[in-house]
């Protein structure tokens, strides 16, 4: 049985189809697979070629290369679709923003829009307001808009409509609500709410960042569990959480949402496992022309750190890790 990365999941739950797929977006990322295998005897089912020179590559930074095949039968590997109506409730970010309001885990004022009319209505003001607009679904920032007052946005509805936050760190906690055993990665998020990267982060950091102490926040975060566990049972999921400023104090958005799913933090977690402390970083490939050794050379130049190019050369997104020497 082949392992299809089915990025398309959170397009699946949008159009409740869960035989959607969309091949563009999957291939996308699809190699973040070989990064999270474990076993010589898994097989991915691929939609890209890998070129003998990226497989060897990785294979001497420590990772386990799978077999591939591009065809028979395959199971989905990043979201369930065995599970699909809980997956349709769990990623819907209009479902989880009414919880988390709800259940006081972030701040007041929360719309949910169904069409261009009501986002008209809702941001209509003479105020230099802006406002935050989620769609239901999607993954990586993707269906994420900020809004400007009496502006025209094409938008996928519905979706949740907030106040724009002054944010000082956007960061996702993954937990098995069974164990509470979990981990902490901070999100490196551009001006379009687009996923850039992260790297692992500590409840000690998070702590000095809200003038509390470790003990303090601990406390606070498995509140946090407790009550989506009472809500949704035992199950390991992902939340996105923030730190904001609002009147030079910094105040914590505890749940965003919640990702039903496997998410990239996962990837970070293995390369942190894998390389020691470091940052991954996603963005545009300007050296497709370049051989995976000459991008790391010219990477490790650059930024005057070791560096663990993740991607495929020639990927369109470049993806890396950086450590330092």
């Known amino acids: 049985m082949s392992f299809r990365v089915n990025l398309d999941f959170d397009q699946a739950l949008q ?5 959607y797929e969309n091949p563009r977006i999957n291939k996308a990322f699809e ?8 076993s010589e005897e898994n097989e991915l089912y ?3 070629d890998y070129e003998e020179s990226y497989l060897t590559y990785l294979s001497a930074k420590g990772f386990v290369i799978p077999r591939f095949n591009k065809g028979g039968k395959y199971s989905n ?3 369930n679709t065995d599970e699909f109506e809980l997956g349709r409730k769990l990623n819907s970010k209009i479902e989880t923003s009414l919880f988390a309001h ?3 885990l972030c701040p007041s004022g929360l719309t949910i829009i169904n069409n261009e009319a009501e986002l008209v209505s809702a941001t209509d003001s003479d105020e230099s307001t802006r406002f935050y607009y989620r769609s239901e679904y999607g993954f990586s920032g993707m269906g994420n808009k900020v809004i400007e007052v009496n502006k025209k946005y094409s938008l996928r509805y519905p979706g949740t409509l907030v106040n724009y936050l002054n944010k000082e760190l956007s960061f996702g906690i993954t937990v098995d609500l069974k164990t509470m055993k979990y981990f902490i990665c901070e999100n490196t998020i551009d001006d379009r709410g687009t996923f850039c990267g992260g790297r692992i982060i500590d409840e000690t950091f998070l ?5 509390i102490t470790r003990e303090k926040f601990i406390e606070e975060l498995l509140v946090v569990f407790e009550k989506i566990r009472r809500q949704y049972g035992p199950l390991k999921i992902q939340f996105d959480s923030m730190i904001y400023k609002e009147e030079s104090i910094n105040k914590w958005y505890k749940l965003v949402e919640i990702n039903y799913r496997r ?3 996962e990837v970070i977690y293995q390369l942190h496992s894998k390389q020691g402390r470091g940052k991954w970083v996603i963005e545009k490939n300007i050296y497709t022309d370049k051989s995976i050794s000459e991008l790391e050379t010219i990477l490790e130049k650059q930024s005057k750190k070791n560096i ?4 495929p050369s020639d990927a369109p997104l470049l993806s890396y890790y950086q450590t330092e020497k």
Request: proline share 3%; no cysteine.
């Open 207 to 211: 702590a000095s960042l809200l003038g």
């Open 308 to 311: 663990v190019v993740t991607s």
């Open 46 to 48: 691929n939609y890209n």
């Open 31 to 38: 190699y973040i697979f070989i990064l999270l295998n474990e």
């Open 15 to 19: 159009k409740n189809n869960p035989r």
């Open 77 to 79: 590997w990043w979201g």
């Open 263 to 265: 998410t990239m933090a």
């Open 102 to 104: 709800n259940n006081d």
